[in-house]
């Protein structure tokens, strides 16, 4: 990828095709690309922030508290953590890689609630979460 100014326009190489644009339309290339990177999805009770620095979040919808949250390096990350947990797995086999108290329990949901990952919610006393046999076999789709 490359980009030259040349007066009042920019000019983008991407994969060998290049496009001018107006200072205007980069303007608003750059934004949305910016708001595609840096996104926050809401579920039901928890939502995933794509983070500038790469990072991803996971947090209790509508509550602003650290304790109400976890940091991921990546959303990868968070993929990977769900691919070393069994087929059927609960908020103490989360809390084996780290995470304590409610974060356990927030993870679990936001995995049931989040599209990339291929699980169901089996029991709720105590917190039971299954994979679906393709997840189960290390087969996840990531963001």
């Known amino acids: 990828m490359a980009v030259a100014a040349d007066g009042a326009d920019l000019t983008l190489v991407l994969d060998g095709v290049e496009r001018s644009l107006s200072r205007e339309a980069a303007t608003a290339l750059r934004d949305e690309l910016a708001d595609a990177l840096t996104r926050r999805e809401e579920f039901f009770r928890t939502a995933g922030e794509h983070r500038e620095d790469g990072s991803y979040v ?3 919808r509508g509550v602003e508290s650290a304790g109400h949250r976890k940091v991921f390096d990546s959303f990868e990350g968070l993929c990977r953590l769900y691919d070393r947990l069994p087929r059927e797995f609960t908020a103490s086999d989360v809390g084996r890689t780290g995470l304590t108290g409610g974060r356990r329990h927030m993870v679990l949901r936001h995995f049931v609630e989040h ?3 291929d699980c169901e919610l089996v029991n709720r006393q105590p917190l039971r979460v299954r994979k679906s046999t393709a997840a189960s076999e290390g087969v996840t789709s990531a963001d």
Request: hydrophobic residues 50%; proline residues 17%; without cysteine.
């Open 58 to 60: 996971v947090s209790r």
């Open 115 to 117: 599209p990339a990952f």
